[in-house]
Nanobody, 114 residues
């Protein structure tokens, strides 16, 4: 079973940056997908960015050009660099590992002041 722990959330001003980290208990290459999702109050959880085991990356249109997902297999870590943050980026951000299985971290709050 995979354990995921996120950190790096916090309060940031509009236009600022944050870097989220996700630490996995096992090899991130044991799963076909490693990604970041977010959920704002009253909204459905949505995909932010995902990276596959063979290095393919997909971003939500709303974050393209601003967010970057990266990984380090030796450290079993995945990061989400968030730049030019906007109020609509405010949400709880979750790390995800999938295929096989579907695993989630506990979430970390990101709040962008307006």
């Amino acid at each position: 079973q995979v354990q995921l722990v996120e950190c790096g959330g916090g309060l940031v001003q509009v236009g600022g940056s944050l870097r989220l980290s996700c630490a996995a208990s096992g090899s991130i290459f044991s799963r076909n997908y490693m990604g970041w999702y977010r959920q704002a109050p009253g909204k459905q959880r949505e995909l932010v960015a995902v990276i596959t085991s063979d290095g393919r990356i997909t971003y939500a249109d709303s974050v393209k050009g601003r967010f970057t997902i990266s990984r380090d297999g030796a450290k079993n870590m995945v990061w989400l660099q968030m730049n030019d943050l906007k109020p609509e980026d405010t949400a709880v951000y979750y790390c995800n590992a999938a295929s096989p299985g579907d695993y989630w971290g506990q979430g970390t709050q990101v709040t962008v002041s307006s």
